[in-house]
């Protein structure tokens, strides 16, 4: 059974930067994806960035040159470093096991959410 737990949110000023940790359990983790998801209030989970099994690295456009993913393998670990955050990044954070190829747009998770973790942009 796939599982994560996602961390490292909170309240940060506008340009202020943030690092999330996906901590996963329950599969061969370097076998698969890993794509973050975000949701803002009132609005439907969207891509955020995705990490291949062999360390391809995508975004959505409106990341780009501001986040970083990674991962550590040994960890069974993905990152999300968030840098020059906006107040448009406001939202609920979580990652899943996912499909880079298909597109961070059209982005889907294999199983079901985790609880999130909430990052907050605001002065």
């Known amino acids: 059974q796939l599982q994560f737990v996602e961390s490292g949110g909170g309240l940060v000023q506008p340009g202020g930067s943030l690092r999330l940790s996906c901590t996963a359990s329950g599969f061969t983790f370097y076998y698969y994806d890993i794509g973050w998801f975000r949701q803002a209030p009132g609005k439907e989970h969207e891509g955020v960035s995705c990490i291949s099994n062999s360390d391809g690295r995508y975004y959505t456009d409106s990341v780009k040159g501001r986040f970083t993913i990674s991962r550590d393998n040994a960890k069974n670990t993905v990152y999300l470093q968030m840098n020059s955050l906006k107040p448009e990044d406001t939202a609920v954070y979580y990652c899943?096991?996912?499909?880079?190829?298909?597109?961070?747009?059209?982005?889907?998770?294999?199983?079901?959410w985790g609880q999130g973790t909430q990052v907050t942009v605001s002065s």
């Open positions: 899943a096991a996912a499909s880079c190829p298909s597109g961070v747009g059209a982005l889907k998770p294999f199983g079901s």
